[in-house]
T-cell receptor, first 113, second 112 residues
């Protein structure tokens, strides 16, 4: 049973560029959440997708956007990158109606120069 | 005041010691409590998941939740060098669909 997978593992971009990160949820899961983890901090919630709609959103600017596909996989897009966007981006999946919590992928490490 | 407070450590212990990790929180609406283990530069791995107050044991790990004090703990018995990692507490208001609010994480170092 494959867990949550994310691609790419590492990414280097320059300020002002745009980036797309990808996530495939754990088998049987229908909900995908994205988190940003800065160095030395706990993950911070960005947004959550269910049935291809953004269901909840944390305190992140509109430069952060996402998408969920019919197969439940998801993308996170960040426009106009800032140095402060450098972080580990984590995808977590869950089953909306279930009693389990979220399972995380290995993350994508983004460095903005 | 942050919603979830967690001492960042590092906490250094010798192999075989009993480790106690703790978090406090301010939002009484939290009902579900989790502990994740995160090795350096990896994603968080779920260790323990509990609902409301009480204890839960899984092997060498015991999670305790005291909602009246807004205090949760993770105990690790017979600690091993392989337990060296950052331990993140997290909590949510509901189960499958609820957003998680994390502490900053406590770095644990277990020396042989």
């Amino acid at each position: 049973d494959a867990g949550v997978t994310q691609s790419p593992t590492h990414l280097i971009k320059t300020r002002g560029q745009q980036v797309t990160l990808r996530c495939s949820p754990k088998s049987g899961h229908d909900t995908v959440s994205w988190y940003q983890q800065a160095l030395g901090q706990g993950p911070q919630f960005i947004f959550q997708y269910y049935e291809e709609e953004e269901r909840q959103r944390g305190n992140f600017p509109d430069r952060f956007s996402g998408h969920q596909f019919p197969n439940y996989s998801s993308e996170l897009n960040v426009n106009a990158l800032l140095l402060g966007d450098s972080a580990l981006y984590l995808c977590a999946s869950s089953f909306l109606a279930g009693q389990e919590t979220q399972y995380f992928g290995p993350g994508t490490r983004l460095l903005v120069l | 005041q942050k919603e979830v407070e967690q001492d960042p450590g590092p906490l250094s212990v010798p192999e075989g010691a009993i480790v106690s990790l703790n978090c406090t929180y301010s939002n009484s609406a939290f009902q579900y409590f989790m502990w994740y283990r995160q090795y350096s530069r990896k994603g968080p791995e779920l260790l323990m998941y509990t609902y409301s107050s009480g204890n839960k044991e899984d092997g060498r790990f015991t999670a305790q939740v005291d909602k009246s004090s807004k205090y949760i703990s993770l105990f690790i018995r017979d600690s091993q060098p392989s337990d060296s990692a950052t331990y993140l507490c997290a909590m949510s208001m509901n189960s499958g669909y609820s957003t998680l609010t994390f502490g900053k994480g406590t770095m644990l170092l277990v020396s042989p």
